[in-house]
């Protein structure tokens, strides 16, 4: 391929089938995410976003178009990648550390040579000295870092986050925020991020892919152009006004009801 | 202190029990006193002994049988949907046809031999096993499936490593049931016909009106119950200890 598009979605859609009848999720979803680049997609719930982040990881089947990772068709499960889901999901009868490690065993990596990365992943999100503790010993926002640490040990080229700070509270998710951004700016994975934060979207993203309601459409690609590293603490005018027209969109396609 | 408030209540009630039977005159061969309930259980004991260890083994024999049988069946039940309509209504039909109706007929067969008591054991904690399994190897989360898959967890690692840790606590839930279900169904089994056993043992000091021996009979069954029900509940808290303290934390209750 000539550019360096890593993932492309062309024309890509999902209808299910309900009691109901069939119900779309999304449809006609064009994005071409190129390699090392941020992409936040941003809409209200039932939007189909999360929909489109297990469709490119190939858990999930769609029903139109075609989408590619790397130059190869997604068909079914493809691995070459790590997921951060809402809640974090640890196995509770293994400690941090194994979590984390649970990736490289799954995968039949080299234990030794994995173990390293990961006690350096844990160390670099905060987790230094809870390598031994049991999941339900930490808190919300420490599990979910384990998480993130466990969709990072095996250094996947992209990485997929589905509303990874859904179920933190305010604090914690500014904290992870900023863990996420750090990492990134580290690695340059490829990254796509789904939340329903306009901030943490803008705050995070090279781009900003911002949908319809159901049937979830794009309804804008925003270019995030903002240095790096962001704070949220600190925002630049220009934060302001990516946030400011992204409310826009979500007022004009009845997301946020007008004032 | 708190744990011993249990034993205090027993205390209180043997002790009413004592104090009622002198107070009323109550004849010995229709409620002997706990004293001489306890009594009869020391100077008996090598009898209660012999008849236990034979009601025991009946009991730990078809339990095992339940739960070598009920497990892979779960299993089978939660991997195919067609198996799990084939089965599942046949199971529920035998489970609900009474064990204890079934009984006679296991003795026409099989003799007054340790298989009919055996099979009756088996029957009867055979149904929570398989359920409180099935239940458990169905309760793993779509995400945790996805999580797996994203992994590339080939269907046996997807079992062994995600599904049936998740199983677990259901798994003991159904096991600790048929731990103490179990006796009932070997006494059950003895009571149709047998020549030894604590079951037998029951229906012979009945009609002898040997009272406290009867009651030391049902001391000793309580015993083996419980003790059974222990040592699954100690091998549960030894295999799935994230559990038990799972438990704990819920209590505390943070975030």
Redesign the interface.
């Known amino acids: 391929m000539a550019d360096d598009t890593y993932i492309r979605l062309d024309n890509v859609g999902k209808v299910y089938p309900s009691k109901a009848g069939p119900v779309e999720a999304c449809g006609e979803v064009n994005l071409a995410i190129r390699r090392s680049e941020f992409i936040a997609i941003v809409g209200p719930s039932g939007c189909g976003k999360t929909t489109i982040l297990?469709m490119v990881?190939g858990?999930q089947p769609y029903t139109s178009g075609t989408i590619t990772v790397d130059g190869r068709r997604v068909d079914g499960?493809h691995?070459d990648?790590?997921?951060v889901?809402?809640?974090a999901?640890l196995?509770?009868?293994r400690n941090i550390l194994d979590n984390v490690m649970?990736?490289v065993?799954?995968?039949g990596l080299d234990r030794a040579a994995y173990e390293p990365v990961a006690r350096h992943l844990l160390a670099s999100t905060g987790l230094a000295g809870f390598e031994k503790h049991?999941p339900?010993?930490l808190?919300?926002g420490m599990r979910q870092r384990a998480s993130i640490c466990r969709a990072l040990v095996h250094d996947p080229p992209l990485l997929l986050m589905d509303e990874p700070f859904g179920a933190l509270d305010a604090l914690t998710r500014e904290q992870i925020a900023m863990d996420i951004q750090r990492v990134w700016m580290e690695k340059r994975k490829t990254a796509l991020f789904i939340t329903h934060s306009i901030p943490e979207a803008v705050l995070l993203a090279d781009r900003v892919v911002v949908m319809s309601p159901r049937p979830g459409r794009i309804v804008e690609i925003l270019d995030i152009d903002l240095p790096r590293p962001r704070r949220l603490d600190r925002v630049p005018e220009r934060f302001n006004e990516y946030t400011g027209r992204i409310r826009e969109i979500f007022r004009a396609t009845g997301v946020l009801a007008m004032d | 202190m708190i744990r011993l408030a249990p034993f205090f209540g027993i205390l209180v009630f043997l002790a009413a029990w004592e104090v009622l039977v002198h107070l009323f005159k109550v004849p010995a061969y229709l409620m002997p006193p706990p004293t001489k309930v306890f009594g009869t259980f020391v100077q008996e004991f090598p009898k209660l002994l012999f008849h236990g260890w034979i009601t025991t083994y009946e009991m730990l024999l078809g339990y095992l049988l339940a739960v070598v049988i009920a497990v892979p069946l779960a299993i089978g039940i939660t991997s195919s949907n067609r198996f799990d309509r084939f089965i599942t209504p046949q199971l529920l039909f035998f489970q609900v046809v009474p064990k204890v109706a079934i009984a006679p007929l296991f003795l026409v067969w099989f003799g007054v031999g340790t298989t009919p008591k055996v099979l009756v054991a088996f029957l009867i904690s055979f149904f929570p096993i398989v359920i409180d399994a099935a239940v458990g190897l169905r309760s793993m989360s779509s995400e945790m499936n996805d999580l797996a898959r994203s992994m590339g967890a080939t269907r046996w690692q997807l079992f062994a490593r995600f599904r049936l840790p998740t199983s677990l606590p259901y798994l003991f839930s159904g096991l600790k049931v048929a731990a103490t279900l179990a006796v009932a169904g070997a006494v059950v089994g003895e009571f149709v016909g047998a020549d030894k056993g604590l079951g037998y043992l029951l229906l012979v000091t009945n009609s002898n009106m040997e009272t406290a021996l009867m009651f030391a009979t049902i001391v000793a069954l309580t015993i083996i119950g419980l003790v059974f029900f222990y040592i699954v509940e100690f091998l549960e808290a030894f295999l799935i200890p994230w559990h038990v303290t799972h438990r704990v934390r819920e209590g505390a209750g943070t975030m």
């Open positions: 297990k990881a858990l499960p691995t990648l790590g997921i889901f809402q809640d999901i196995l509770d009868w649970l990736q065993d799954i995968r049991r339900f010993e808190s919300g």
